[in-house]
């Protein structure tokens, strides 16, 4: 797979991957893609990423692992992961040759940014 990351704004960072390898996610495992559906968030994260490090340390810091299901994948070194994010995307009607993280699917929609993401947070959970 052809990952190829760049800055695209103060609040996330892009992660490229070739098309062969999203038409794989598109059609791959869909257990993944029903469990996100049915309730589950899932936080696509980079490791090292600061954006996606502040987005973890708010979480932590509101506890909010015992307020939802919220599962945490790393999409750098992680090809299924990074996939699986591009198909998350492409569910979202977003362009999937740059996605960036933090990136979080919450039942159909996609946050991108830590910003954004956080605010959903402040809003969802009353923080």
């Not at 954006?51 to 299901?69: F, T």
Request: net charge neutral; with cysteine; aromatic share 8%.
């Amino acid at each position: 797979m052809n990952n190829n990351l760049e800055k695209v704004s103060p609040t996330s960072t892009v992660l490229s991957t070739t098309s062969s390898a999203m038409n794989q996610a598109m059609n791959g495992n869909e257990d993944k893609k029903n469990a996100a559906v049915n309730g589950e968030m899932i936080l696509f994260y980079g490791s090292g990423c600061p954006h996606c490090a502040a987005v973890k340390d708010y979480m932590a810091k509101n506890n909010l692992s015992a307020k939802a299901k919220i599962t945490e994948k790393e999409v750098y070194f992680d090809r299924n992961n990074a996939l699986e994010l591009q198909a998350r995307a492409k569910d979202c009607g977003l362009s999937t040759d740059r996605i960036g993280v933090p990136f979080l699917w919450d039942k159909g929609q996609c946050v991108i940014g830590d910003v954004n993401i956080i605010n959903l947070f402040k809003e969802r959970f009353n923080l």
